[in-house]
């Protein structure tokens, strides 16, 4: 009995390793919290993602802490939102054989061919077309292929529970996204202004026609002749409604919004929740413009 015992216990400590390997986490750093859900959306409990940008922080001025550049030197996969959107990565990003997704490589750019002057004042540039592109719930779709193709390198035999994963999260995806069209349809071709230029994308799916932004530049707020000059474009092009992110300055958000005679909603550009990020967005703009 107790050479039967002994031979189990060698049999369990020889499968221990392989068990905890199939139990181990790949983790995961991405540079914004849209990309960690759909990250999450994929490689469900077989992933450990971390967002080096929190939804409330500015996502083109991070300032990383110490331990946030550690967890990013040591994790298997980066997904990041590429083109001129993090400036601040080019300092911490490792030399490694990290497996660098840029999530940009697979998307229909918008406003590629839009001239972006760099000024003096500090700013972003977008020089390579809009950044904003996860805006579009549909390029969820070119997104997740992205990172299946980087997990499924990694865990090759886990590749078919990862589309599985990732089929069922586009499946919920793609409904909701047709409920959000037939909510929005009777407002297709509102006319709207933005503050900041982070609309795009949202914008075209879901039939706004976007007559201008605030800032001059991405993050360069409008001098007095540049903003007498949207007023006046506003009011001859009948704006009903003014976008803001929740970093625009309130002051100029009332004053665009009175002098332009349109009504402000602040919409939120990044979330933790992927599809909650649109139903939320969607609501307060459905509410907004049914008041109007």
């Not at 009995?1 to 199939?22: G, K, N, S």
């Not at 997740?144 to 980087?150: C, D, E, Q, Y």
């Amino acid at each position: 009995m107790i050479r039967t015992f002994l031979i189990a216990l060698a049999a369990l400590a020889a499968a221990a390793p392989q068990t905890m390997l199939a139990q181990e986490k790949t983790r995961v750093v991405t540079t914004s919290a849209d990309l960690k859900s759909l990250v999450e959306a994929v490689g469900g409990d077989r992933v450990e993602a971390e967002s080096l940008a929190a939804p409330e922080q500015d996502p083109h001025a991070i300032e990383l802490k110490p331990g946030q550049v550690a967890r990013l030197r040591s994790a298997a996969v980066l997904v990041r939102i590429g083109l001129d959107h993090e400036p601040w990565l080019a300092r911490v990003l490792p030399t490694s054989n990290m497996l660098v997704v840029d999530a940009s490589k697979t998307i229909r750019l918008l406003q590629t061919e839009t001239p972006r002057l760099r000024v003096e004042r500090k700013a972003h540039v977008h020089a390579y077309g809009n950044t904003h592109y996860w805006l579009d719930p549909h390029n969820a779709r070119p997104i997740t292929a992205s990172i299946l193709t980087a997990l499924a390198t990694l865990r090759p035999a886990e590749k078919a529970i990862f589309e599985a994963t990732r089929d069922a999260f586009l499946a919920r995806l793609d409904a909701r996204i047709s409920e959000w069209q037939v909510a929005l349809k009777p407002y297709r071709g509102t006319k709207v202004v933005v503050v900041h230029d982070s609309w795009a994308y949202f914008g075209e799916r879901f039939g706004l026609q976007i007559v201008a932004a605030a800032e001059p530049h991405p993050g360069i707020p409008p001098s007095p002749a540049e903003l007498a000059a949207l007023f006046t474009r506003m009011r001859e092009a009948g704006v009903r409604v003014l976008i803001a992110d929740p970093h625009a300055n309130p002051a100029l958000v009332r004053q665009i919004a009175e002098k332009g005679g349109a009504t402000s909603v602040t919409l939120f550009p990044s979330g933790p929740d992927y599809i909650a990020l649109f139903e939320e967005n969607l609501k307060r703009l459905a509410e907004t413009l049914k008041a109007d």
